[in-house]
């Protein structure tokens, strides 16, 4: 495992990004000692993404079911605007 200090992250990221691509794990520390490591995804799990897309339609029938204001816009802008 690598280490490296939080300034030489600091100003170094790509060169620290490297090794982590290449699959190395890298520890960082602040005054010796590590506060954080810095680890590749593990192999053969790529990242889960979501379509929003997909579930547009779930998801709007879900905001239809949920209950409306029973005043318009235009009420509520009358009774502020009535208030002063």
């Known amino acids: 495992m690598k280490t490296a200090t939080v300034r030489q992250v600091r100003n170094a990221f790509p060169e620290v990004l490297r090794h982590i691509q290449n699959g190395e794990s890298v520890a960082i520390t602040s005054r010796r000692r590590v506060v954080a490591t810095l680890t590749p995804p593990a192999a053969g799990k790529p990242a ?6 997909a579930t547009l339609p779930a998801r709007l029938t879900e905001l239809k079911k949920q209950p409306m204001l ?4 235009a009420d509520l802008l009358a ?4 208030r002063y």
Do not use: F, I, Q, Y
């Open 48 to 53: 889960k993404r979501t379509r929003l897309w």
């Open 70 to 73: 029973a005043v318009s816009g």
């Open 79 to 82: 009774s502020d605007r009535d």
